[in-house]
């Protein structure tokens, strides 16, 4: 069973950075778009970020200029580099793998990994 896992997150203070990692268990040379979730206590999953394999990047309006997501398909990884962080930003991150933006889908999902952007 295919599996991404997540590491990276925990508690960083408003302003502050954190650098996401997703070893996505699958070789992502041949996948196109590839990217980041995330879920906030009591809201909906949110489509934060997603890179092509030409290295085309999308982002949501509330991170655009804060959030970098970037790819090595050598290793099979993935990364959210998060600076400025908010608390409106705090929530669980996944990465996933193959994702249908249109539809918020993703052919394989991370677990999670929790962020809290708290003083």
């Known amino acids: 069973q295919v599996q991404p896992v997540e590491s990276g997150g925990g508690l960083v203070q408003p302003g502050g950075s954190l650098r996401l990692s997703c070893s996505a268990s699958?070789?992502?040379?041949?996948?196109?778009?590839v990217g980041w979730f995330r879920q906030a206590p009591g809201k909906q999953r949110e489509l934060v970020a997603t890179?092509?394999?030409?290295?085309?990047?999308n982002y949501a309006d509330s991170v655009k200029g804060r959030f970098t997501v970037s790819r090595d398909n050598a290793k099979n990884m993935m990364y959210l580099q998060m600076n400025s962080l908010k608390p409106e930003d705090t929530a669980v991150y996944y990465c996933?793998?193959?994702?249908?933006?249109?539809?918020?889908?993703?052919?394989?999902w991370g677990k999670g990994t929790l962020v809290t952007v708290s003083s």
């Open positions: 996933a793998v193959g994702i249908r933006a249109s539809e918020g889908m993703a052919d394989y």
């Open positions: 699958i070789s992502i040379f041949n996948i196109n778009i």
């Open positions: 890179i092509s394999n030409f290295g085309r990047t």
